[in-house]
Protein backbone atom coordinates (compact mmCIF):
# COMPACT_ATOMS: atom_id res chain seq x y z
CA UNK A 1 0.00 0.00 0.00
CA UNK A 2 2.91 2.48 0.99
CA UNK A 3 4.00 1.62 -2.66
CA UNK A 4 0.94 2.24 -4.50
CA UNK A 5 0.20 5.69 -2.48
CA UNK A 6 3.86 6.84 -2.97
CA UNK A 7 3.96 6.08 -7.12
CA UNK A 8 4.36 8.75 -9.02
CA UNK A 9 6.44 10.20 -12.06
CA UNK A 10 8.39 12.87 -11.72
CA UNK A 11 8.45 15.05 -14.87
CA UNK A 12 11.71 17.19 -15.03
CA UNK A 13 11.25 20.99 -15.69
CA UNK A 14 12.18 21.65 -19.98
CA UNK A 15 12.61 24.99 -21.37
CA UNK A 16 12.08 25.40 -25.05
CA UNK A 17 12.86 28.76 -25.67
CA UNK A 18 9.88 29.57 -26.29
CA UNK A 19 9.10 32.96 -23.48
CA UNK A 20 9.98 36.31 -23.88
CA UNK A 21 11.84 36.12 -21.01
CA UNK A 22 13.09 33.55 -18.63
CA UNK A 23 14.81 35.82 -16.42
CA UNK A 24 12.38 37.08 -13.81
CA UNK A 25 11.27 33.16 -12.89
CA UNK A 26 11.39 32.16 -9.80
CA UNK A 27 13.02 29.15 -8.37
CA UNK A 28 11.89 25.48 -8.74
CA UNK A 29 9.25 24.59 -6.26
CA UNK A 30 7.06 21.36 -5.55
CA UNK A 31 8.52 17.64 -6.33
CA UNK A 32 6.05 15.81 -7.85
CA UNK A 33 4.65 19.33 -9.39
CA UNK A 34 7.38 21.14 -10.06
CA UNK A 35 7.04 24.71 -11.24
CA UNK A 36 8.84 28.08 -12.04
CA UNK A 37 6.68 31.30 -12.33
CA UNK A 38 6.46 35.39 -12.56
CA UNK A 39 3.85 36.98 -12.20
CA UNK A 40 3.34 40.89 -12.39
CA UNK A 41 0.23 41.45 -10.44
CA UNK A 42 0.39 45.36 -11.07
CA UNK A 43 0.78 44.95 -14.32
CA UNK A 44 -2.56 42.29 -14.68
CA UNK A 45 -4.59 44.67 -12.76
CA UNK A 46 -7.00 46.78 -14.88
CA UNK A 47 -7.11 44.61 -18.27
CA UNK A 48 -9.94 43.32 -19.43
CA UNK A 49 -9.61 41.29 -22.68
CA UNK A 50 -7.63 37.98 -22.98
CA UNK A 51 -7.03 36.55 -26.19
CA UNK A 52 -5.84 32.82 -26.30
CA UNK A 53 -3.24 31.63 -29.28
CA UNK A 54 -3.62 27.86 -29.64
CA UNK A 55 -1.36 25.69 -27.75
CA UNK A 56 2.07 24.40 -29.96
CA UNK A 57 4.36 21.98 -29.81
CA UNK A 58 8.23 21.79 -28.76
CA UNK A 59 10.55 20.90 -31.28
CA UNK A 60 10.65 16.55 -31.49
CA UNK A 61 7.48 15.81 -29.81
CA UNK A 62 6.01 14.23 -32.57
CA UNK A 63 8.77 11.12 -31.79
CA UNK A 64 7.55 10.57 -27.77
CA UNK A 65 3.62 10.83 -29.08
CA UNK A 66 3.29 9.68 -32.86
CA UNK A 67 -0.50 10.44 -33.37
CA UNK A 68 -1.10 13.69 -34.15
CA UNK A 69 -4.80 13.44 -33.34
CA UNK A 70 -3.59 12.46 -29.57
CA UNK A 71 -1.37 15.92 -29.49
CA UNK A 72 -4.61 18.00 -30.73
CA UNK A 73 -6.47 15.85 -27.83
CA UNK A 74 -4.15 17.20 -25.09
CA UNK A 75 -3.20 20.71 -26.98
CA UNK A 76 -7.04 21.27 -26.73
CA UNK A 77 -7.55 20.52 -23.44
CA UNK A 78 -4.70 22.93 -22.36
CA UNK A 79 -6.54 25.73 -24.31
CA UNK A 80 -10.47 25.13 -23.03
CA UNK A 81 -9.29 24.63 -19.29
CA UNK A 82 -6.98 28.24 -19.71
CA UNK A 83 -10.64 30.12 -21.45
CA UNK A 84 -13.01 28.47 -19.07
CA UNK A 85 -10.93 29.46 -15.95
CA UNK A 86 -10.15 33.68 -17.53
CA UNK A 87 -13.85 34.08 -18.27
CA UNK A 88 -14.15 34.26 -14.43
CA UNK A 89 -12.78 37.40 -14.60
CA UNK A 90 -12.05 38.40 -18.51
CA UNK A 91 -13.22 38.96 -21.87
CA UNK A 92 -12.54 36.41 -23.94
CA UNK A 93 -12.33 37.41 -27.73
CA UNK A 94 -11.05 35.57 -30.94
CA UNK A 95 -7.60 35.74 -31.83
CA UNK A 96 -7.94 38.01 -34.74
CA UNK A 97 -9.22 40.47 -32.22
CA UNK A 98 -7.20 43.28 -30.35
CA UNK A 99 -6.92 42.44 -26.63
CA UNK A 100 -4.83 44.02 -23.18
CA UNK A 101 -3.27 40.36 -23.10
CA UNK A 102 -2.57 37.61 -25.06
CA UNK A 103 -1.86 33.89 -23.28
CA UNK A 104 0.20 31.38 -25.36
CA UNK A 105 0.92 27.45 -23.77
CA UNK A 106 3.79 25.88 -25.70
CA UNK A 107 4.03 21.45 -24.55
CA UNK A 108 7.53 21.05 -23.82
CA UNK A 109 7.82 17.32 -22.98
CA UNK A 110 4.81 14.65 -22.39
CA UNK A 111 5.54 11.43 -21.10
CA UNK A 112 3.17 8.43 -22.81
CA UNK A 113 1.18 6.39 -20.37
CA UNK A 114 1.93 2.45 -20.72
CA UNK A 115 -1.37 1.76 -22.68
CA UNK A 116 -0.88 -2.00 -21.59
CA UNK A 117 -0.27 -1.63 -17.69
CA UNK A 118 -2.89 1.07 -17.88
CA UNK A 119 -5.60 -1.85 -19.50
CA UNK A 120 -4.67 -4.07 -16.88
CA UNK A 121 -4.98 -1.49 -13.92
CA UNK A 122 -8.26 -0.95 -15.07
CA UNK A 123 -9.28 -4.46 -15.19
CA UNK A 124 -7.79 -5.16 -11.64
CA UNK A 125 -9.87 -1.81 -10.61
CA UNK A 126 -13.16 -3.26 -12.24
CA UNK A 127 -12.58 -6.56 -10.90
CA UNK A 128 -12.00 -5.35 -7.40
CA UNK A 129 -14.98 -3.20 -7.14
CA UNK A 130 -17.54 -6.19 -7.52
CA UNK A 131 -15.91 -8.42 -4.50
CA UNK A 132 -15.19 -5.36 -2.28
CA UNK A 133 -15.97 -1.97 -0.47
CA UNK A 134 -13.21 -0.13 -2.22
CA UNK A 135 -11.78 -0.75 -5.78
CA UNK A 136 -8.30 -1.51 -5.65
CA UNK A 137 -6.03 1.63 -6.87
CA UNK A 138 -4.34 1.97 -10.40
CA UNK A 139 -1.42 0.02 -10.40
CA UNK A 140 1.68 1.87 -9.83
CA UNK A 141 3.56 1.13 -13.19
CA UNK A 142 3.46 2.83 -16.38
CA UNK A 143 2.30 6.49 -15.46
CA UNK A 144 2.47 9.49 -18.31
CA UNK A 145 3.31 12.77 -17.34
CA UNK A 146 3.25 16.56 -19.22
CA UNK A 147 5.61 19.65 -19.07
CA UNK A 148 4.54 22.71 -20.62
CA UNK A 149 5.71 26.27 -20.31
CA UNK A 150 3.57 29.24 -20.92
CA UNK A 151 3.19 33.18 -20.63
CA UNK A 152 0.79 36.63 -20.95
CA UNK A 153 1.75 38.96 -22.81
CA UNK A 154 0.28 42.73 -22.86
CA UNK A 155 -0.71 44.89 -25.43
CA UNK A 156 2.34 46.71 -25.56
CA UNK A 157 4.90 43.21 -25.36
CA UNK A 158 5.76 43.00 -21.97
CA UNK A 159 5.56 39.58 -20.19
CA UNK A 160 3.20 40.34 -17.52
CA UNK A 161 3.22 36.21 -16.36
CA UNK A 162 5.06 33.32 -17.40
CA UNK A 163 5.44 29.52 -16.60
CA UNK A 164 7.66 26.55 -16.73
CA UNK A 165 5.66 23.54 -15.21
CA UNK A 166 5.27 20.05 -14.89
CA UNK A 167 3.42 17.29 -13.80
CA UNK A 168 3.44 13.09 -13.26
CA UNK A 169 0.43 11.55 -12.44
CA UNK A 170 0.17 9.46 -9.70
CA UNK A 171 -2.15 5.87 -8.82
CA UNK A 172 -4.45 7.77 -6.82
CA UNK A 173 -5.57 11.36 -8.47
CA UNK A 174 -4.94 9.93 -12.12
CA UNK A 175 -7.71 7.26 -13.43
CA UNK A 176 -5.43 4.86 -16.04
CA UNK A 177 -6.54 5.18 -19.49
CA UNK A 178 -5.65 3.10 -22.60
CA UNK A 179 -3.92 5.80 -24.67
CA UNK A 180 -0.68 7.22 -24.65
CA UNK A 181 -1.60 10.55 -23.96
CA UNK A 182 -4.37 9.22 -21.03
CA UNK A 183 -2.60 10.77 -18.32
CA UNK A 184 -1.32 13.78 -19.80
CA UNK A 185 -4.65 14.85 -20.86
CA UNK A 186 -5.71 14.63 -17.31
CA UNK A 187 -3.07 16.61 -16.08
CA UNK A 188 -3.80 19.24 -19.20
CA UNK A 189 -6.59 20.64 -16.69
CA UNK A 190 -4.27 20.69 -13.84
CA UNK A 191 -1.95 23.10 -15.74
CA UNK A 192 -4.69 25.41 -17.44
CA UNK A 193 -6.33 25.91 -14.13
CA UNK A 194 -3.28 26.72 -12.11
CA UNK A 195 -1.97 29.30 -14.98
CA UNK A 196 -5.53 30.71 -15.22
CA UNK A 197 -5.64 31.33 -10.88
CA UNK A 198 -1.97 32.76 -11.47
CA UNK A 199 -3.21 35.47 -13.64
CA UNK A 200 -7.25 36.47 -12.58
CA UNK A 201 -5.08 36.40 -8.98
CA UNK A 202 -2.22 38.19 -10.34
CA UNK A 203 -0.16 36.06 -7.57
CA UNK A 204 1.04 32.35 -7.65
CA UNK A 205 -1.06 30.55 -6.69
CA UNK A 206 -1.11 27.77 -4.15
CA UNK A 207 -1.09 24.48 -4.75
CA UNK A 208 -4.74 23.36 -2.59
CA UNK A 209 -7.37 25.38 -4.13
CA UNK A 210 -10.45 25.40 -1.23
CA UNK A 211 -12.72 27.87 -3.74
CA UNK A 212 -15.51 26.02 -4.77
CA UNK A 213 -15.77 26.65 -9.04
CA UNK A 214 -18.06 29.35 -10.49
CA UNK A 215 -21.52 29.06 -12.20
CA UNK A 216 -19.72 29.28 -15.47
CA UNK A 217 -16.79 27.31 -14.91
CA UNK A 218 -18.92 24.13 -13.87
CA UNK A 219 -21.40 24.41 -16.75
CA UNK A 220 -18.59 24.09 -18.81
CA UNK A 221 -17.18 21.59 -17.10
CA UNK A 222 -20.40 19.44 -17.65
CA UNK A 223 -20.33 19.85 -21.33
CA UNK A 224 -22.45 23.47 -21.14
CA UNK A 225 -22.13 26.39 -23.48
CA UNK A 226 -19.10 28.53 -22.28
CA UNK A 227 -19.33 32.17 -21.03
CA UNK A 228 -17.57 33.61 -24.37
CA UNK A 229 -18.34 32.35 -27.47
CA UNK A 230 -14.36 32.54 -28.07
CA UNK A 231 -14.01 29.49 -25.68
CA UNK A 232 -15.81 27.57 -28.72
CA UNK A 233 -13.53 27.54 -30.62
CA UNK A 234 -11.65 24.36 -28.38
CA UNK A 235 -14.95 22.58 -28.35
CA UNK A 236 -16.97 21.56 -25.37
CA UNK A 237 -16.25 20.03 -22.19
CA UNK A 238 -17.42 16.28 -22.64
CA UNK A 239 -18.80 16.14 -19.27
CA UNK A 240 -20.20 13.11 -17.65
CA UNK A 241 -19.85 11.08 -20.60
CA UNK A 242 -15.72 11.43 -20.46
CA UNK A 243 -16.02 10.55 -16.08
CA UNK A 244 -18.03 7.32 -17.20
CA UNK A 245 -15.83 6.81 -20.23
CA UNK A 246 -12.69 7.53 -17.64
CA UNK A 247 -13.70 4.55 -15.18
CA UNK A 248 -14.03 2.36 -17.63
CA UNK A 249 -10.46 3.31 -18.85
CA UNK A 250 -11.62 4.47 -22.16
CA UNK A 251 -9.30 6.91 -24.22
CA UNK A 252 -10.19 10.31 -24.32
CA UNK A 253 -10.75 10.80 -27.78
CA UNK A 254 -13.72 8.45 -27.06
CA UNK A 255 -15.08 11.12 -25.41
CA UNK A 256 -13.77 14.11 -26.09
CA UNK A 257 -14.15 15.18 -30.28
CA UNK A 258 -13.19 18.77 -30.20
CA UNK A 259 -9.45 18.55 -30.55
CA UNK A 260 -8.22 20.68 -33.44
CA UNK A 261 -5.91 18.80 -35.34
CA UNK A 262 -5.24 21.42 -38.16
CA UNK A 263 -4.26 24.07 -35.36
CA UNK A 264 -1.81 21.97 -33.64
CA UNK A 265 0.96 20.00 -35.47
CA UNK A 266 3.14 22.84 -35.80
CA UNK A 267 5.76 22.94 -33.74
CA UNK A 268 6.97 26.01 -32.01
CA UNK A 269 10.04 28.18 -33.33
Not at 21 to 46: E, H
Not at 76 to 96: E, M, P, T
Not at 106 to 122: E, F, H, Q, Y
Amino acid sequence: MALVVGACTSVPLKEAGTLTSYDRLGTVKGKFTQSRTFVDGTGLAGLKTVKIVPTTFAFGLSSRVHRAEDRALVANALDRAVCVALSDKFQIVGSSQPADLTVHTVVTDIVPTNKAIAGLSTAVSLGSSAVLPVSIPRLPLGLGGLAVEAEAIDFSGVQRAAVVWSKGANSIANKARISDVGDAYGLASNFGNYFSRMIVKGKEPSDIQFALPSGQKMKSMLGGKPKYAACETFGRAPGLMDVIGSKFGAPPSWTDKSGRIENNLSPSK
